[in-house]
C-alpha cells in the first residue's frame, strides 16, 4: 500500500514563507506527475502546481512567481516553497501523485496525502 505523508503547514504572517513536504512511501514502481492541491473552505479543491518526473512544472496564476515545486525522485518527494503568502493562500493543502504501484505499466494509481493546514493572517 503506498502512502503519501505531509509535513510543513502552519501559521504565518502575510508575507512570510513556509515550505511543504510529500513522501511517497510504499510498493513503488515508479512516480509520474507530483503536485499539491489546497481546498479553502467553502470552495472546491484547487490545483496549485505539478511537477513530471523530468522536472517540466505548471503553476496555478494566483501563485505564480510565488510559490516553488520541486522533488526529490530518489526520495520520492515533492516540496512546496512558497514565498510573500497572502491571506488568500489559508487553505488545506494537499499533496498528490500518480505512482505506477504493480507489474503492469498500466497500474497507475492516484494517492493523496491527508493534508495540512496553511493559515497566513493578515
Known amino acids: 500500500q503506498v502512502q503519501l505523508v505531509e509535513s510543513g503547514g502552519g501559521l504565518v504572517q502575510t508575507g512570510g514563507s513556509l515550505r511543504l513536504s510529500c513522501t511517497a512511501s510504499?510498493?513503488?514502481?515508479?512516480?509520474?506527475?507530483m503536485g499539491w492541491y489546497r481546498q479553502a473552505p467553502g470552495k472546491q479543491r484547487e490545483l496549485v502546481a505539478t511537477i513530471t518526473s523530468g522536472g517540466r512544472t505548471n503553476y496555478e496564476d494566483s501563485v505564480k512567481g510565488r510559490f516553488t515545486i520541486s522533488r526529490d525522485n530518489a526520495k520520492n518527494t515533492v516540496y512546496l516553497q512558497m514565498d510573500s503568502l497572502k491571506p488568500e493562500d489559508t487553505a488545506v493543502y494537499y499533496c498528490?501523485?500518480?505512482?505506477?504501484?504493480?507489474?503492469?505499466?498500466?497500474?497507475?494509481?492516484?494517492?493523496w496525502g491527508q493534508g495540512t493546514q496553511v493559515t497566513v493572517s493578515s
Open positions: 498528490n501523485a500518480d505512482i505506477r504501484d504493480g507489474w503492469r505499466s498500466y497500474d497507475v494509481s492516484a494517492y
Open positions: 510504499g510498493l513503488i514502481f515508479s512516480i509520474n506527475v
